[in-house]
């Protein structure tokens, strides 16, 4: 079982919000993790997104709109990226991570369809 | 502007060995954390190491530990991975990545261990 599960796949329409899941392994707690979240397009390296543990620990990227956030659901042990607005320019792979014991760890990815 | 340009990838047979550079401009090189991620064709993406600025912390994931090394030269603002007795699963493209918040990425070098 991966450290960080993700659905493999999600779509919405356009303007609609998409919540991104990033479910962590039993013995792993999210809340004592920074996660970072990122997106790819085909064909170019991935770009930062954002980080988040809590609300008064998360950083926005460089240039990365603030309809992009992240958020934690401690019940389900999962770190969420959500997408409001959803516009067909963020058709993509996301992909979240955490540091674990000095080793970055990713996790399986989503591909977010805009319909 | 922040560039990271990776060279130094191709076609090589198993158990050969390939040294990749990430040169960089933009930003004070020797005052960032560097990592190399790999991604393999059509699957997600895997970190392989990463180094201090000063060259003191160095990690590795256990996939690599052992036949791969990781050195910087902040006077020529240069990333380094040398990678020995490589094996088809190696084969990927190889991006250096900024911090460990991997906030900004180079556009990739492509690695094919192939006989």
């Known amino acids: 079982q991966a450290v960080l599960t993700q659905p493999s796949s999600l779509s919405a329409s356009p303007g609609t919000s998409a919540s991104l899941t990033c479910t962590l392994r039993?013995?792993?707690?999210?809340?004592?993790?920074?996660i970072y979240w990122y997106q790819q397009k085909p064909g170019s390296p991935p770009q930062y997104l954002l980080r988040?543990?809590?609300?008064?620990?998360?950083?926005?990227g460089s240039g990365v709109p603030s309809r992009f956030f992240g958020s934690k659901d401690a019940s389900a042990n999962a770190g969420i990226l959500v997408i409001s607005g959803l516009q067909s320019e963020d058709e993509a792979d996301y992909y979240c991570m955490i540091w674990h014991n000095s080793a970055s760890v990713f996790g399986t990815g989503t591909k977010v369809t805009v319909l | 502007e922040v560039q990271l340009v990776e060279s130094g990838g191709g076609l090589v047979q198993p158990g050969g060995s390939l040294r990749l550079s990430c040169a960089v401009s933009?930003?004070?090189?020797?005052?960032?954390?560097m990592n190399w991620v790999r991604q393999a064709p059509g699957k997600g993406l895997e970190w392989v190491s990463y180094v201090s600025t000063s060259s003191s912390t160095i990690y590795y994931a256990d996939s690599v530990k052992g036949r791969f090394t990781i050195s910087r030269d902040n006077a020529k603002k240069s990333l380094y991975l040398q990678m020995n007795s490589l094996r088809a699963e190696d084969t990927a493209v190889y991006y250096c990545?900024?911090?460990?918040?991997?906030?900004?990425w180079g556009q990739g070098t492509m690695v094919t261990v192939s006989s």
């Open positions: 990545a900024r911090t460990d918040a991997f906030d900004m």
């Open positions: 039993s013995g792993f707690d999210v809340g004592t993790y920074r």
């Open positions: 988040y543990k809590s609300d008064s620990d998360k950083h926005q």
């Open positions: 933009g930003f004070t090189f020797s005052t960032y954390s």
